[in-house]
């Protein structure tokens, strides 16, 4: 049962006997023929149908983060359909469920991050010296800055300067994108290197400034990724590749017997 307190109500879609309703909108007779998949998936999250700007970005967004090789999810994912090639639903999510901080979820990180720095700005502090202080607090714990290196793509990650490129063309670019530059800036100067945006931090200022919540950012990369998983997974029912990595995994790793027996 539902807390007294919550409204067990969705605004999402209900189903009829002749119709579907989705978002108060008739499927087959509105929605069906007139929408894109990507305008579908913005008006599915946001209860809105998208203007150009965020129809353009949005697909943009996920075409950038939709494949990038043998990632540990496609690894995962193409392992998982060797072990039960009957469960393709299985091995999609096999490869979503390691969508964590360090792959793809990392895109979320990089949103609090601005959003916490916006709420400074805000508050009547120059973009450059939050992004500084920023900088300063992360290097002090150790941390790793969200959005900032990457273990292919140096010194840029040339999605991430596409992205930036494209919110520069279409003026689109605003008070986050400019966070995400002077971070950039910020982490170059504090940890005393140029570090590459890698594309998450583009991806969550520009889904941010073109009025996406926060709680929405993880919800593009997720969506990607399932459309990359599902072809590397085809391709893996016709021509197998995940005894191999197993095979290739166990040849990497030497055994040693614990200590002291």
Same mark, same amino acid.
């Given at each position: 049962?539902?807390?007294? =307190? ?95 901080? +360090? ?86 100067? +504090? ?14 200022? +520009?889904?941010? =400034? ?52």
């Amino acid at each position: 049962m539902a807390p007294a =307190d919550v409204d067990p109500t969705t605004h999402i879609s209900q189903a009829y006997p002749d119709r579907v309703e989705v978002r108060g909108r008739d499927l087959t007779g509105d929605l069906m023929g007139r929408l894109s998949f990507t305008e579908y998936f913005h008006l599915l999250l946001t209860g809105r149908e998208p203007t150009a700007d965020q129809r353009f970005f949005l697909d943009l967004l996920l075409v950038a983060i939709a494949e990038h090789g043998m990632m540990p999810t496609n690894v995962a994912a193409r392992m998982t359909l060797s072990a039960d090639p009957g469960s393709l639903q299985g091995a999609v999510a096999a490869g979503i469920l390691g969508c964590g901080p +360090v792959i793809l979820g990392t895109a979320e990180a990089c949103a609090q991050v601005l959003e916490d720095a916006q709420q400074e700005v805000a508050a009547g502090r120059e973009p450059a010296a939050v992004a500084a202080d920023m900088a300063h607090a992360v290097r002090a714990t150790g941390e790793r800055m969200p959005g900032f290196g990457h273990p292919v793509h140096r010194p840029l990650d040339p999605r991430a300067e596409r992205i930036l490129e494209l919110a520069d063309e279409r003026g689109v670019s605003g008070p986050h994108v400019e966070l995400a530059r002077c971070l950039r800036a910020a982490v170059a100067e +504090v940890w005393g290197k140029e570090l590459p945006l890698n594309v998450a931090m583009p991806i969550a200022a +520009v889904l941010l =400034d073109l009025g996406y919540p926060p709680t929405s950012v993880k919800a593009v990369p997720i969506l990607a990724r399932t459309a990359g998983l599902l072809a590397h997974l085809v391709e893996e029912q016709q021509s197998p590749l995940g005894f191999l990595l197993a095979r290739e995994a166990e040849e990497a790793v030497e055994y040693e017997a614990p200590p002291g027996e």
